[in-house]
């Protein structure tokens, strides 16, 4: 049996699977088990920060594989606490809680909230519409994606959502029993979608006004994918909690809440926990990978890398501008609306050698490895003007068929 139809029998179908089999991964390229080659312009959704085949990763995860692999949450754990200090000092805020994923990452920001809520007489929380926060009951609260809400209502109550970017509906909404607002300043699933300067100015000033938390979900935009270490820096603000996952564990699971010193308190001994958060593992991988990250001064790599792919890209728009409608992003997550589906374009891509996704319909989105060049940003654009000229085309000729 070959492995689609194998997957086919004992998966629960709930992924649209690429029709790629992969032999390995190396640097930025992804490798079949024909012997083709793909650039990667997906990273893992976000995952793969270093690409593939890090040595420094893979040596700290073998270290770590040698000593333990699991000791549970009972006992102190050097890796454990190493990468905690390390993001401590790396963002300023005072203390981490680790997690397996960044579904688990946002349910417990939602319950630091709701504990602090329930102190200071507050149970609303807040996100915007068009979010993505995860797929646990709390977090798919959260999420306004109707495409993963329909059929699981009801959701947690005192959840509502605010039209993203409408400064009228953030004056209208948010009032002295709001809890949390939790924000995507770059929505990933959404579309990459910037939130506004004017919007996040009125959230703070709100924020001051009523006294109430502002929950940052880094979990895709987190650990310099926007050319900083969080995209609310983009902004000059200080949310309360940073949620993080995705990359932060160097390609194995880990997630994590970062609290501001004002809510350390908040959880006290037993009212939290998990089995295998900040496994120590997927830990060393962390700590390996924000070593590797910043020792290359990957921050301004990705600037530099980001503004030189967006500028290509808007050139490219400029040829066609009947396709496209907008190129956005911060650093190295971006964004190619296009003005019809993008579905045919991914393929296409995939059929060239290159991999990147269509997110909302119509956008691609793109999130390669941190660690690109830009001989690889002229091969993307090179091949993205190759896929739309046969994307014409097709559709030239579809059109010249209907008409005959
Ligand atoms: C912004 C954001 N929040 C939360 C999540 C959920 O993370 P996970 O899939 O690790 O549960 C994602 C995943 O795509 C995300 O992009």
């Not at 979990?219 to 902004?235: A, D, M, P, V, W």
Request: hydrophobic residues 40%; proline residues 2%; aromatic residues 10%.
């Amino acid at each position: 049996m070959n492995l689609h139809d194998k997957e086919k029998q004992f998966l629960l179908q709930t992924y649209k699977r690429l029709p790629i089999e992969i032999d390995h991964a190396d640097g930025v390229y992804i490798y079949d088990k024909e012997g083709r080659r793909y650039l990667d312009f997906l990273g893992g959704i976000a995952v793969n920060a270093l690409g593939y085949n890090n040595s420094r990763v893979k040596s700290a995860i073998m270290a770590q594989v040698d000593r333990y692999m699991h000791m549970s949450n009972m006992f102190y754990m050097d890796a454990q606490i190493d990468l905690a200090e390390m993001l401590c000092n790396l963002s300023g805020y005072s203390k981490v809680f680790l997690t397996n994923s960044g579904t688990e990452a946002i349910e417990g920001a939602i319950k630091v909230a709701r504990k602090w809520g329930s102190k200071e007489k507050k149970a609303k929380l807040f996100a915007l519409s068009n979010s993505f926060h995860g797929r646990t009951f709390g977090a798919l609260s959260l999420t306004d994606r109707p495409k993963y809400r329909q059929g699981f209502e009801p959701f947690l109550p005192n959840v509502d959502h605010i039209a993203f970017n409408s400064v009228d509906e953030l004056r209208k909404k948010i009032d002295g029993s709001t809890t949390a607002v939790f924000i995507e300043f770059v929505q990933g699933e959404g579309g990459v979608n910037l939130v506004t300067e004017e919007f996040v100015r009125e959230l703070f000033s709100l924020k001051r006004k009523h006294k109430f938390l502002v929950v940052a979900d880094e979990i895709q935009t987190g650990i310099y994918r926007t050319g900083k270490l969080f995209s609310f820096e983009h902004y000059g603000v200080h949310p309360d909690l940073v949620t993080v996952a995705k990359p932060i564990g160097g390609g194995l699971p880990l997630g994590g809440i970062l609290v501001d010193s004002s809510l350390e308190q908040v959880l006290e001994y037993g009212t939290h926990g998990t089995t295998f958060g900040g496994n120590p593992v997927s830990c060393a991988a962390g700590l390996a990978t924000l070593k590797e990250l910043t020792e290359k001064h990957i921050d301004q790599h990705v600037t530099e890398m980001g503004n030189y792919f967006r500028q290509r890209l808007v050139e490219f728009k400029s040829r066609h501008e009947n396709l496209v409608s907008e190129v956005r992003g911060f650093g190295l997550m971006v964004g190619v609306e296009f003005r019809t589906e993008c579905g045919e374009i991914v393929s296409r891509l995939m059929n060239n050698g290159i991999l990147a996704n269509c997110t909302n319909g119509n956008v691609v989105r793109l999130l390669p490895p941190l660690i690109i060049e830009r001989e690889h940003i002229d091969i993307f654009v090179e091949v993205l003007e190759k896929a739309v000229q046969s994307t014409i085309t097709d559709s030239q000729m579809k059109e010249r068929s209907l008409q005959n």
